[in-house]
């Protein structure tokens, strides 16, 4: 099989997306004054849903994170409260697709935590997370939800694994163990059957998660995958990584063959990480580099070529991350079919950023705007993992989307300390590997001891209590012969 190279010079073919225009939002709709972490971790740093953004911040002593209601744009107070209870710089965070409140973040100090934020957001501090996950023997890179499952999220260590946890228990349920290096991304195809990953031991998987069944595997030799992506329900996966020419690439795979890429494409000579979107009710794709100004997007289709270059959105300022508002946060009355909230560390700034269809019409736009997936689980934990799999559960744009939620977190009661999986306790038979994990094991394990001296004490007085308590019964036996 051979690989098609091509070029992304425009070419001008009937398309409804072909004039796609990114437009910055005023500046009083703007975020200033936020604290964007300095940290080099390659993450978004940021998240967005229809209700909240939240932003990883910079902090000292621990790590934290603020979360701002869409709605409440302009200069932030400095003191506007933040969630600070992780005791490493945070990495990762992601929004629940189902239950608008319920934010995961995960950090250095090996530890995935799941909040609940009140509704109009924080008036002080958060410190107590509702789940604090304890499973992965380093710091935890990567976190994301199943796409259809309310309950289920996976998380990425720099131990090399990937944890299944349910919620409803509090609990990881599977250790998807097949990856020798560090984790770099992970990516659900549309009914959350399939999970694919881009790894820094060169290879692209495509793993069947609940069984931790590695399906495809390639060996990226001329491609240095970086990131990938499911696209919709094409077949088709799209990673970014570095030519051995070290040009930025883009390379489309079948899902079900992973031998040879179906199409590679250099994109140019920069050296910044080049984040993918895919947007499946449009199918178009968005190539942000980090560190870049520009956003390019192209259109796919199933026939060649495969890859079509449609426009590229500029600006001078340089992204550190992209947060992606879910569809039925957008402005469907303006044409907008995505929208970026641009992370600009230097200006401590959040730019929305928003890509517009010229249309005329006041109209709606039912060719731009299908049925998408809605904000309502398909399928609970428990159904997930006992093997079921469903498509999301689709809504209409049309209107707008007013339908109140009825997902409700509900906290697992958690008596359990140990956490087991496949017959290995994770949290006692993983030995340190750098002098925080030694510290940190150590403080926990003298919380331990003083739990258990503290108990023994309490067991010591109960026992001195019933010795006494029987001496009487003793006493009072004879006397009454």
Known sequence: MTVTKMSWRPTYRSSKFRNVYGKVANREHCFDGIPITKNVHDNHFCAVNSKFLAVVTESAGGGSFIVIPVSQSGRLDSHHPKVCGHNGNVLDIKWNPFCENIIASCSEDTSVRVWEIPEGGLRRNMMEAVLELYGHSRRVGLIEWHPTSSGILFSAGYDYKILIWNLEIGEPVKMIDCHTDVILSMSFNT???????????????????????????????????NRVVFLGNMKRLLTTGVSRWNTRQIALWDQEDLSMPIVEEDIDGLSGLLFPFYDADTHMLYLAGKGDGNIRYFEITTEKPYIQYLMEFRSPAPQKGLGVMPKHGLDVAACEVYRFYKLVTLKGLIEPISMIVPRRSDTYQEDIYPMTAGTEPALSASEWLSGIDRDPVLMSLKDGYHRPNQVVFKVPVKEKKSVVVNGIDLLENVPPRTENELLRMFFRQQDELRRLKEELTTKDVRIRQLELELNNLKNVSPNNA
Do not use: F, M, W, Y
Request: hydrophobic residues 30%; proline residues 3%; glycine residues 6%.
């Open 191 to 225: 009914d959350g059957s399939l999970l694919a990953t881009s790894c820094k031991d060169k290879k692209l998987r495509v793993i069947e998660p609940r069984s931790g069944r590695v399906l495809q595997q390639a060996s990226c030799k001329n491609h240095r995958v």
